[in-house]
T-cell receptor, first 112, second 115 residues
């Protein structure tokens, strides 16, 4: 069974540009989560989808971040426009019943 | 609000030595507890979890953790460390029940293993 996959693995962009991160959850997992780790800080929750609906987006930093999960399968997280403080590692996770989350390898974003 | 404290930012042990990584949590009810590991260049891998029942849980790679409600702790242990265990370890908590599944993580403990 394939695990959670994320694309790209790395992204380097300039301040003001747009970046879109993609996450493909484990097949059959209705729950999908985004987390972020800024350098030197802890991993923090961004938002939670149940199928295509946003269950909890309390961790989204501001309106420059837009997450979607059309059709309840893969999800995208767009940052527009990117700022320096958006640099970090973005993790995606999925779960079936909600308790145990399985993480992807992360996308390392560097904003210059 | 729930929180997780990992008091040790960096630990160095010799290969073959025993290991204990500390984790304390703050949560009003019975939490679900997890340990994840991130090896260099890799994603987060689930080591073990505690939901209920036996307070000593076994995980992958020879790790175990013990839930102590009285101390609000969930420390991770391994009797003999291997060089491949060098990684960053994260303790995490989520509330049991309900629909709030967001994980709260500690800041992580970086483990260095000396030959």
């Amino acid at each position: 069974e394939a695990g959670v996959t994320q694309f790209p693995s790395h992204s380097v962009i300039e301040k003001g540009q747009t970046v879109t991160l993609r996450c493909d959850p484990i097949s059959g997992h209705d729950n999908l989560y985004w987390y972020r780790r800024v350098m030197g800080k802890e991993i923090k929750f961004l938002l939670h989808f149940v199928k295509e609906s946003k269950q909890d987006e309390s961790g989204m930093p501001n309106n420059r971040f837009l997450a979607e999960r059309t059709g309840g399968t893969y999800s995208t997280l767009k940052v527009q426009p990117a700022e320096l403080e958006d640099s970090g590692v973005y993790f995606c996770a999925s779960s079936h019943g909600g308790e145990t989350q399985y993480f992807g390898p992360g996308t390392r974003l560097l904003v210059l | 609000a729930q929180s997780v404290t990992q008091p040790d930012i960096h630990i160095t042990v010799s290969e073959g030595a025993s290991l204990e990584l500390r984790c304390n949590y703050s949560y009003g009810a019975t939490p679900y507890l997890f340990w994840y590991v991130q090896s260099p260049g890799q994603g987060l891998q689930l080591l073990l979890k505690y939901f209920s029942g036996d307070t000593l849980v076994q995980g992958i790679k020879g790790f175990e953790a013990e839930f102590k409600r009285s101390q609000s702790s969930f420390n991770l242990r391994k009797p003999s460390v291997h060089w491949s265990d060098a990684a960053e370890y994260f303790c995490a908590v989520v509330g049991s029940g309900g629909s709030n599944y967001k994980l709260t993580f500690g800041k992580g403990t970086l483990l260095t293993v000396n030959p």
